[in-house]
Protein backbone atom coordinates (compact mmCIF):
# COMPACT_ATOMS: atom_id res chain seq x y z
CA UNK A 1 0.00 0.00 0.00
CA UNK A 2 1.31 3.25 -0.88
CA UNK A 3 2.14 5.75 1.57
CA UNK A 4 2.02 9.51 1.32
CA UNK A 5 3.54 11.50 4.00
CA UNK A 6 2.95 15.77 4.56
CA UNK A 7 4.26 17.83 7.38
CA UNK A 8 1.69 20.98 7.51
CA UNK A 9 0.07 23.58 9.90
CA UNK A 10 -2.96 21.74 11.48
CA UNK A 11 -6.55 22.49 12.73
CA UNK A 12 -6.66 19.56 15.68
CA UNK A 13 -9.90 19.05 17.39
CA UNK A 14 -10.61 16.46 19.98
CA UNK A 15 -14.78 15.71 21.11
CA UNK A 16 -14.42 13.78 24.26
CA UNK A 17 -17.09 12.37 26.79
CA UNK A 18 -16.87 13.06 30.28
CA UNK A 19 -18.02 11.11 32.56
CA UNK A 20 -17.15 7.66 30.05
CA UNK A 21 -15.11 5.74 32.36
CA UNK A 22 -17.63 5.36 34.97
CA UNK A 23 -20.44 5.45 32.49
CA UNK A 24 -18.89 2.14 30.92
CA UNK A 25 -18.48 0.79 34.37
CA UNK A 26 -22.03 -0.43 34.54
CA UNK A 27 -21.93 -4.27 34.65
CA UNK A 28 -24.06 -7.34 32.82
CA UNK A 29 -27.39 -6.02 30.37
CA UNK A 30 -26.50 -2.61 31.60
CA UNK A 31 -22.73 -2.38 30.11
CA UNK A 32 -24.71 -3.17 26.55
CA UNK A 33 -26.96 -0.41 26.85
CA UNK A 34 -24.11 1.68 27.53
CA UNK A 35 -22.23 0.47 24.40
CA UNK A 36 -25.46 1.09 22.53
CA UNK A 37 -25.78 4.92 24.05
CA UNK A 38 -22.81 6.12 23.85
CA UNK A 39 -22.10 4.70 20.06
CA UNK A 40 -25.56 6.35 19.27
CA UNK A 41 -24.27 9.79 20.81
CA UNK A 42 -20.85 9.66 19.49
CA UNK A 43 -22.80 8.89 15.43
CA UNK A 44 -24.59 12.21 16.21
CA UNK A 45 -21.37 14.26 16.68
CA UNK A 46 -20.12 12.92 13.80
CA UNK A 47 -23.10 13.57 11.38
CA UNK A 48 -22.37 17.11 12.21
CA UNK A 49 -18.42 17.19 10.35
CA UNK A 50 -18.18 18.75 7.51
CA UNK A 51 -15.28 19.43 4.40
CA UNK A 52 -12.77 20.96 5.03
CA UNK A 53 -12.76 19.22 8.23
CA UNK A 54 -11.93 15.71 8.49
CA UNK A 55 -11.92 12.85 10.89
CA UNK A 56 -8.72 11.42 11.44
CA UNK A 57 -9.41 8.18 13.76
CA UNK A 58 -12.61 7.52 16.03
CA UNK A 59 -11.08 6.53 19.56
CA UNK A 60 -14.18 4.76 21.47
CA UNK A 61 -15.39 7.80 23.21
CA UNK A 62 -13.22 10.53 21.06
CA UNK A 63 -13.51 12.17 17.75
CA UNK A 64 -10.49 13.17 16.22
CA UNK A 65 -10.84 16.01 13.72
CA UNK A 66 -8.21 17.86 11.82
CA UNK A 67 -7.80 20.17 9.15
CA UNK A 68 -5.01 21.70 6.56
CA UNK A 69 -4.53 25.15 7.49
CA UNK A 70 -5.38 26.66 3.95
CA UNK A 71 -1.97 29.16 3.77
CA UNK A 72 -3.70 32.40 2.52
CA UNK A 73 -5.68 34.55 4.88
CA UNK A 74 -8.87 34.36 3.51
CA UNK A 75 -8.70 30.75 3.98
CA UNK A 76 -7.49 30.99 7.14
CA UNK A 77 -10.61 32.94 8.16
CA UNK A 78 -12.93 30.87 6.70
CA UNK A 79 -11.56 27.42 8.78
CA UNK A 80 -11.68 29.35 11.83
CA UNK A 81 -15.36 30.36 11.31
CA UNK A 82 -16.33 26.93 10.11
CA UNK A 83 -14.14 25.44 12.71
CA UNK A 84 -16.36 27.19 15.42
CA UNK A 85 -19.53 26.57 13.80
CA UNK A 86 -18.94 22.76 13.32
CA UNK A 87 -18.06 22.37 17.54
CA UNK A 88 -21.12 24.48 18.15
CA UNK A 89 -22.88 21.93 16.11
CA UNK A 90 -21.54 18.66 17.71
CA UNK A 91 -22.52 20.43 20.95
CA UNK A 92 -25.94 20.69 19.94
CA UNK A 93 -26.67 17.39 18.63
CA UNK A 94 -24.84 15.57 21.62
CA UNK A 95 -27.36 17.47 23.44
CA UNK A 96 -30.18 16.77 21.36
CA UNK A 97 -29.43 13.05 20.81
CA UNK A 98 -29.11 13.01 24.88
CA UNK A 99 -32.19 13.81 25.61
CA UNK A 100 -33.83 12.54 23.26
CA UNK A 101 -32.32 8.65 24.29
CA UNK A 102 -33.08 9.96 27.83
CA UNK A 103 -36.97 10.76 26.81
CA UNK A 104 -37.43 7.02 25.24
CA UNK A 105 -35.98 5.24 27.91
CA UNK A 106 -38.21 2.66 30.06
CA UNK A 107 -35.13 0.74 31.62
CA UNK A 108 -34.38 1.09 34.96
CA UNK A 109 -30.70 -0.17 34.44
CA UNK A 110 -27.97 1.72 35.61
CA UNK A 111 -26.52 3.13 31.98
CA UNK A 112 -29.81 4.21 31.01
CA UNK A 113 -30.75 6.15 34.07
CA UNK A 114 -27.88 7.64 33.82
CA UNK A 115 -27.91 8.94 30.46
CA UNK A 116 -28.27 12.72 31.14
CA UNK A 117 -24.96 12.77 33.05
CA UNK A 118 -22.63 12.11 30.07
CA UNK A 119 -21.26 15.26 28.83
CA UNK A 120 -18.96 16.73 26.07
CA UNK A 121 -15.83 18.67 25.77
CA UNK A 122 -13.68 19.63 23.03
CA UNK A 123 -10.57 20.66 23.10
CA UNK A 124 -8.73 22.87 19.79
CA UNK A 125 -5.01 23.26 19.02
CA UNK A 126 -3.11 24.54 16.08
CA UNK A 127 0.24 23.78 15.46
CA UNK A 128 2.01 21.18 13.09
CA UNK A 129 1.36 17.57 12.07
CA UNK A 130 2.92 15.17 9.91
CA UNK A 131 0.14 13.19 8.18
CA UNK A 132 0.95 9.57 6.74
CA UNK A 133 -1.65 9.16 4.66
CA UNK A 134 -3.37 4.98 4.02
CA UNK A 135 -5.94 5.35 1.51
CA UNK A 136 -8.94 7.66 2.66
CA UNK A 137 -7.44 8.54 6.19
CA UNK A 138 -4.47 10.50 7.51
CA UNK A 139 -2.84 9.31 10.62
CA UNK A 140 -1.36 12.33 12.43
CA UNK A 141 1.56 12.39 14.34
CA UNK A 142 4.17 14.93 15.99
CA UNK A 143 4.14 16.58 19.58
CA UNK A 144 1.20 18.67 18.52
CA UNK A 145 -0.78 15.76 18.43
CA UNK A 146 0.30 14.84 21.09
CA UNK A 147 -0.71 17.52 22.99
CA UNK A 148 -4.04 18.07 21.99
CA UNK A 149 -4.50 14.74 23.36
CA UNK A 150 -3.00 15.25 26.63
CA UNK A 151 -4.93 18.13 27.06
CA UNK A 152 -8.06 15.86 27.95
CA UNK A 153 -6.64 15.33 30.73
CA UNK A 154 -6.14 18.80 32.75
CA UNK A 155 -7.28 20.81 35.69
CA UNK A 156 -10.76 22.12 34.29
CA UNK A 157 -13.22 21.37 37.02
CA UNK A 158 -16.14 21.44 34.95
CA UNK A 159 -17.19 18.49 33.16
CA UNK A 160 -18.40 20.32 29.62
CA UNK A 161 -16.40 23.16 27.65
CA UNK A 162 -14.52 24.19 25.02
CA UNK A 163 -10.82 24.44 25.42
CA UNK A 164 -8.22 26.34 22.82
CA UNK A 165 -4.61 26.22 23.51
CA UNK A 166 -3.15 29.92 22.95
CA UNK A 167 -2.40 28.88 18.96
CA UNK A 168 -5.70 27.90 18.48
CA UNK A 169 -7.60 31.10 20.31
CA UNK A 170 -5.06 33.41 18.23
CA UNK A 171 -5.90 31.13 15.01
CA UNK A 172 -9.65 30.92 15.48
CA UNK A 173 -10.11 34.12 17.01
CA UNK A 174 -13.81 32.74 18.72
CA UNK A 175 -16.38 34.66 19.01
CA UNK A 176 -20.12 34.94 20.37
CA UNK A 177 -19.11 31.89 23.11
CA UNK A 178 -19.07 33.98 26.11
CA UNK A 179 -16.34 35.17 28.83
CA UNK A 180 -13.18 33.00 28.90
CA UNK A 181 -11.28 31.70 31.83
CA UNK A 182 -7.68 31.70 30.61
CA UNK A 183 -5.31 28.82 32.80
CA UNK A 184 -2.12 27.05 32.81
CA UNK A 185 -1.89 23.42 31.90
CA UNK A 186 1.42 22.00 32.68
CA UNK A 187 2.86 18.43 31.68
CA UNK A 188 6.09 17.18 32.96
CA UNK A 189 7.40 16.38 29.04
CA UNK A 190 5.62 19.68 27.55
CA UNK A 191 5.94 22.09 29.83
CA UNK A 192 3.45 25.16 30.61
CA UNK A 193 0.39 25.47 28.25
CA UNK A 194 -1.26 28.46 27.96
CA UNK A 195 -5.15 27.38 27.79
CA UNK A 196 -8.61 29.99 27.51
CA UNK A 197 -12.07 27.68 28.31
CA UNK A 198 -15.12 28.42 27.25
CA UNK A 199 -18.46 27.16 28.37
CA UNK A 200 -20.14 25.44 26.06
CA UNK A 201 -22.33 26.92 23.02
CA UNK A 202 -25.95 28.38 24.01
CA UNK A 203 -27.30 25.80 21.47
CA UNK A 204 -26.44 22.94 23.52
CA UNK A 205 -28.04 24.47 26.37
CA UNK A 206 -31.43 25.24 24.52
CA UNK A 207 -31.05 21.29 23.58
CA UNK A 208 -33.06 19.79 26.16
CA UNK A 209 -36.44 18.95 25.65
CA UNK A 210 -36.37 17.71 21.87
CA UNK A 211 -39.57 17.23 20.05
CA UNK A 212 -39.29 13.26 19.22
CA UNK A 213 -41.90 11.52 17.42
CA UNK A 214 -43.06 8.32 18.71
CA UNK A 215 -41.79 6.58 15.97
CA UNK A 216 -38.18 7.57 16.80
CA UNK A 217 -39.13 6.77 20.58
CA UNK A 218 -40.11 3.82 20.12
CA UNK A 219 -36.84 3.09 17.72
CA UNK A 220 -34.98 4.36 20.65
CA UNK A 221 -36.35 1.24 22.84
CA UNK A 222 -36.45 -1.39 19.91
CA UNK A 223 -32.62 -0.66 19.30
CA UNK A 224 -31.41 -1.15 22.78
CA UNK A 225 -33.76 -4.19 23.46
CA UNK A 226 -32.92 -5.78 20.07
CA UNK A 227 -29.25 -4.94 20.44
CA UNK A 228 -28.80 -6.07 24.04
CA UNK A 229 -30.48 -9.49 23.12
CA UNK A 230 -28.56 -10.18 20.16
CA UNK A 231 -24.79 -9.39 21.83
CA UNK A 232 -26.14 -11.75 24.93
CA UNK A 233 -26.60 -14.47 22.26
CA UNK A 234 -23.33 -13.73 20.67
CA UNK A 235 -24.83 -13.07 17.27
CA UNK A 236 -23.39 -9.75 17.01
CA UNK A 237 -20.65 -7.84 18.46
CA UNK A 238 -21.15 -4.44 20.92
CA UNK A 239 -21.68 -1.46 18.83
CA UNK A 240 -18.29 0.54 18.07
CA UNK A 241 -17.84 3.38 16.00
CA UNK A 242 -14.87 2.56 13.14
CA UNK A 243 -13.29 4.65 10.20
CA UNK A 244 -16.64 3.00 8.01
CA UNK A 245 -18.33 5.73 10.26
CA UNK A 246 -16.34 8.03 9.34
CA UNK A 247 -16.81 7.52 5.41
CA UNK A 248 -20.38 7.65 5.93
CA UNK A 249 -19.79 11.20 7.44
CA UNK A 250 -21.93 13.85 5.10
CA UNK A 251 -19.96 15.69 2.13
CA UNK A 252 -19.32 19.52 2.35
CA UNK A 253 -22.32 21.79 1.85
Known sequence: MEMQYEDRETLLILCDISGYTRFMSASGHARIHSYVV?????????????????????????????????????????????????????FAAFASRRAMLAAANVCPCEACCNVEGLELKVVIHS?????????????LAGIDVIMAHRLLKNSVEASSYVLFTETAWRAIQPSGLGDHTQGIERYEELGDVAT??????????????????????????????GRSRLMRMGLIRRPRLTNADALAAPAAK
Not at 204 to 224: E, F, H, M, W, Y
Open 38 to 90: VTELMRAALKEVRSPIQVSKLEGDALFLYSWWPRTDRGDAELACHAQETVSRI
Open 127 to 139: GRAAAQRIGRFHE
Open 196 to 225: YMFAPPAEAAACTLPRATVLQKAGDILNKI
